[in-house]
């Protein structure tokens, strides 16, 4: 008989390898910054914001905080490196305004992760109280994150179009909080729990919205790049990638 344990690790496997797809979205965006030698009008926020959740969760990953999180930890990991990239990327291309700007809230996230990792650390003697601590403020950073989809759905209502919204995103989005869902459910781990479901939640509600609307929207209008955890803010705000 297979163990919950071992389904849980194949579904964490399985969302380990959608969540890097997701935080690969933002590439053809930084493919184009590279070409043009210039940022233009992108912003660095949502990588700003992708590096904090992520990093936050690779602390919950870690085995002094929460253990048995190894699946959490490697995607989590490998998104931090990946977002590390995109702003390196950023800071080359983007002028001194936009530069000093970077840093000072890149320095402002260093500064508040020294101090949630020393006062967790010294100050929470168990693992429980740990995982409290830090997962509560995954949850909050996390629910942020996935209010960026509200936007684009607003959107798609008022101009009765799915223009901007693409259906392969919203639709691996999905996949991608179920998986995640799953996985917090076998063993169940609230802080997982919530914004992945938030996010499967949201995702439907975009399925739903597109396939209500798609077929009051113009044929042959331009393709917009949507990504999910990382949205280009010059087109358009993306869903939020769980973990």
Not at 177 to 206: E, H, K, V
Request: charged share 15%; glycine share 8%; net charge neutral.
């Amino acid at each position: 008989m297979v163990s919950p344990d071992a389904i849980r690790d194949v579904v964490g496997i399985i969302g380990n390898f959608i969540s890097f797809g997701l935080f690969l979205s933002p590439v053809p965006t930084f493919a184009k910054i590279l070409r043009r030698r210039d940022v233009e009008e992108y912003a660095p926020d949502p990588y700003l914001a992708t590096f904090l959740n992520c990093a936050l969760w690779v602390f919950y990953g870690l085995p002094a905080v929460h253990p048995n999180s190894i699946l959490v930890l490697t995607i989590n990991g490998a998104g931090l490196a990946i977002e590390v990239a995109y702003l390196t990327v950023y800071f080359g291309y983007a002028p001194r305004a936009k530069r000093q700007r970077l840093l000072a809230v890149l320095a402002g996230e260093l500064v508040f992760l020294a101090a949630v990792a020393a006062g967790v650390l010294l100050g929470a003697q168990t693992h429980e109280k740990r995982s409290l601590i830090v997962g509560s403020l995954c949850v909050f950073f996390g629910t942020l994150m996935y209010a960026a989809p509200l936007t684009i759905m607003r959107q798609v209502m008022e101009t009765k179009s799915v223009e901007y919204m693409p259906l392969t995103l919203s639709l691996v989005s999905f996949l991608n909080g179920i998986c995640w869902t799953t996985y917090a459910l076998i063993r169940f781990d609230i802080f997982i729990t919530i914004p992945n479901g938030m996010g499967t939640l949201l995702s439907a509600a975009q399925l739903i919205l597109y396939f209500w609307y798609y077929e009051s929207t113009p044929k042959g209008g331009k393709s917009v790049e949507l990504p999910v955890t990382v949205s280009d803010t010059k087109d358009a705000a993306g869903a939020g990638a769980g973990l």
